[in-house]
């Protein structure tokens, strides 16, 4: 059974940081595209950043030099550092696993309010 975990979402104040952690199971983490993306009331779900399995990084341009994502394989767990945040970055932060071929899966989300 496929799970992906996401935590470390809440309420910070703007300027404040966060790191959002995703941990799956049932998957072979090492070899699948890892990406975070994020919904705000109202609107589409978008991309926030998305790390392959060489190692290469995408982020939209609404979070660069802010956002950092990592993955550590050795642990099935990605990663993203949240800095400087804004009000705009308001959303459900949600945690997918991607592998061209396959199914795709998604976690539960978890709410990232910034708000002083």
């Known amino acids: 059974q496929v799970q992906l975990v996401e935590s470390g979402g809440g309420l910070v104040q703007p300027g404040g940081s966060l790191r959002l952690s995703c941990t799956t199971t049932?998957?072979?983490?090492?070899?699948?595209?890892m990406g975070w993306y994020r919904q705000a009331p109202g609107k589409q779900r978008e991309l926030v950043a998305v790390?392959?399995?060489?190692?290469?990084?995408t982020y939209a341009d609404s979070v660069k030099e802010r956002f950092t994502i990592s993955r550590d394989n050795a642990k099935n767990t990605v990663y993203l550092q949240m800095n400087s945040l804004k009000p705009e970055d308001t959303a459900v932060y949600f945690c997918?696993?991607?592998?061209?071929?396959?199914?795709?899966?998604w976690g539960q989300g978890t709410q990232v309010t910034v708000s002083s």
């Open positions: 997918n696993a991607y592998l061209v071929g396959v199914q795709d899966y």
């Open positions: 049932g998957i072979f983490f090492s070899i699948y595209a």
């Open positions: 790390i392959v399995s060489a190692g290469t990084i």
